[in-house]
């Protein structure tokens, strides 16, 4: 299969990806030269999900599609922040799911910004509000279709990952999510006798494509603080779990990538701080670590606060993924 085939062929999957999801995609590309586009629409049905796009060579193109002029001047036209800048622009400007913003430089030296590096490419892509950056570097001794074609490649290939990571958070069973109650799912788990971080984790598993017996293994050993050592409470390493269940990857992450994964979980941990006065295990039970080793959870353990960690965790992330925490009745057994 020659190199243009095969990537026709990664298109078309994604292509019939988005529209056995109903989700609707669009571009904003400068040096792909509308090439994104051309290959997405070459499969039947595309029409249903593709909404549109622009090509945005000069900088003033990139303004007049909705980028913000200061980003450009601040951080130049090349950079993971202009891409980022194009996927949203892009993805608000066709009301999409999915906005994908392409920016860089091939061949040669750009006579209209001088600090260009052929072969420099930088991609976005942005899905429901989240944006991961990726930079590329394109080898110069490719024609300029080549390499339009490589990048073409590359960002099919993250989208695909994308798609799939997030398909809970974007897919056709999205609505069906938003409508469990995860805090009363977290809740049972931790009354049945799973540890707090394995309820808290737990109850998100399925949406996004994980079975929730294996995140209880996973999990097993975070509890009480991490085995309980009274470290970091396993309410928060059960936030840590399920957000990396639904936005990490599997291939190793870009350092951009990774610090924004880490900056979000650390926002939502720090909102269950500021609620509690602590992460810390052993500071919110008021308890040392002194290697005793409770039987049973008897009525001094239903005493301590962990059932409502664990609710107000759940509540923290049904915010997070789909908006507003579900409704919940007060428990006075807390």
């Known amino acids: 299969m020659s190199r243009i085939d095969q990537v026709h062929s990664e298109y078309r999957e994604l292509t019939e990806q988005l529209i056995r ?4 995609i669009s571009f904003l590309e400068s040096c792909t030269s509308g090439l ?3 290959l997405l629409t070459d499969t039947e049905g595309a029409s249903a999900v593709f909404k549109g796009s622009d090509v945005v060579y000069s900088n003033e193109a ?6 913000d002029e200061t980003v450009i001047e601040k951080f130049g036209v090349y950079s993971l922040e202009t891409a ?6 892009c993805r608000e400007r066709f009301c999409t799911d999915i906005g994908v913003g392409v920016t860089g430089s091939l061949g040669t030296v750009d006579p209209s910004n001088k600090d260009s590096v052929p072969g420099e ?5 942005d899905i429901c509000g989240r944006v991961t950056t990726c930079f590329i570097e394109v080898d110069n001794s490719l024609s ?3 390499g339009k074609l490589f990048v073409a490649d590359a960002v099919c290939k993250r989208l695909m990952d994308l798609v799939k990571q ?10 069906n999510m938003e409508k469990t109650n995860h805090v009363d799912k977290a809740r049972d788990l931790f009354e049945q006798g799973y540890n707090c971080a394995q309820a808290v984790a737990g109850a998100f598993a399925e949406d996004f494509g994980y079975s929730v017996p294996d995140v209880l293994k996973l999990t097993a050993a975070l509890g009480g603080g991490v085995a309980r050592m009274r470290e970091v409470c396993g309410t928060v390493l059960g936030i840590a779990v399920a957000i990396g269940m639904a936005e990490g990857k599997e291939t190793v992450p870009e350092r951009k990538e990774k610090a924004e994964l880490y900056s979000r979980v650390q926002a939502v941990s720090d909102k269950f701080r500021e609620e509690n006065g602590s992460i810390v295990c052993g500071e919110l039970l008021q308890v040392k670590r002194d290697g005793s080793v ?3 959870r008897d009525s001094s353990f239903k005493k301590r606060p962990c059932k409502e960690y664990v609710a107000y965790a759940a509540g923290l992330l049904e915010q997070y993924f789909y908006g507003e925490p579900a409704a919940t009745e007060s428990d006075s057994s807390f």
Do not use: C, Q
Request: glycine fraction near 4%.
């Open 62 to 67: 990139k303004v007049a599609s909705g980028v």
């Open 166 to 175: 997030r398909r809970r958070l974007i897919g056709d069973e999205r609505e």
């Open 144 to 146: 300029r279709f080549e």
């Open 121 to 125: 490419v930088y991609f976005a892509i």
């Open 36 to 38: 994104l586009s051309s």
């Open 294 to 296: 409770p039987s049973v």
């Open 84 to 89: 980022e800048a194009m996927a949203t622009a």
């Open 21 to 24: 999801m109903n989700r609707s």
